[in-house]
T-cell receptor, first 114, second 114 residues
Framework: GAGVSQSPSNKVTEKGKDVELRCDPISGHTALYWYRQRLGQGLEFLIYFQGNSAPDKSGLPSDRFSAERTGESVSTLTIQRTQQEDSAVYLC????????????FGEGSRLTVL | KQEVTQIPAALSVPEGENLVLNCSFTDSAIYNLQWFRQDPGKGLTSLLLIQSSQREQTSGRLNASLDKSSGRSTLYIAASQPGDSATYLCAVRPRIQGAQKLVFGQGTRLTINP
């Protein structure tokens, strides 16, 4: 596709369940980011991937959060034992290079934890 | 720690007016600054990217300026239209070794009244 694709667009889950969110970056983009946006708040950095380098996980809020990326393709963000405070829109972005590049965002995955 | 502030939080103007959105950041050591727009329920769309060595960038009716020494950027929108209604976010990329994340402001919610 032409843009960053995220799925699911909406996910409602019960507290304590695990969820997986998927991001398909723009083909050829080496950098991939995950951000979280809680209702009425700004974007919160979660994790960054650049090629085959070790990811920057400094924004992950707890060990319940993890993310993987295979090479320069799809990434999955996994949240284990979801809590109500995990409810947010999870945004993925890709960039043609790590530093100085424009970020292209997907439309996000809206997660609601009941 | 880099912090980004956008004032005002919300702005409502009549169609046709020229307007300025403000963004300030606390640490002038940045690689670049980006302006994004976010429509309700959607992801972010990059509008303009200004590298730290640049003073301004223009795209159509949009002009963004950067004064790195004072930690300020402005987004000027000329001849505003109802379709410009959205939330506008600015983000800086800190010049810190290994830091790849953008730091976002909270955004300015702009409404253009027909």
């Amino acid at each position: 596709g032409a843009g960053v694709s995220q799925s699911p667009s909406n996910k409602v889950t019960e507290k304590g369940k695990d969820v997986e969110l998927r991001c398909d970056p723009i083909s050829g983009h080496t950098a991939l980011y995950w951000y979280r946006q809680r209702l009425g708040q700004g974007l919160e950095f979660l994790i960054y991937f650049q090629g085959n380098s070790a990811p920057d996980k400094s924004g992950l809020p707890s060990d319940r959060f993890s993310a993987e990326r295979t090479g320069e393709s799809v990434s999955t963000l996994t949240i284990q034992r979801t809590q109500q405070e995990d409810s947010a829109v999870y945004l993925c972005a890709s960039s043609p290079r790590g530093e100085g590049g424009v970020l292209f965002f997907g439309e996000g995955s809206r997660l609601t934890v009941l | 720690k880099q912090e980004v502030t956008q004032i005002p939080a919300a702005l409502s103007v009549p169609e046709g007016e020229n307007l300025v959105l403000n963004c300030s950041f606390t640490d002038s050591a940045i690689y670049n600054l980006q302006w994004f727009r976010q429509d309700p329920g959607k992801g972010l769309t990059s509008l303009l990217l200004i590298q730290s060595s640049q003073r301004e960038q223009t795209s159509g009716r949009l002009n963004a300026s950067l004064d790195k020494s004072s930690g300020r950027s402005t987004l000027y929108i000329a001849a505003s239209q109802p379709g410009d209604s959205a939330t506008y976010l600015c983000a800086v990329r800190p010049r810190i070794q290994g830091a790849q994340k953008l730091v976002f402001g909270q955004g300015t919610r702009l409404t253009i009244n027909p």
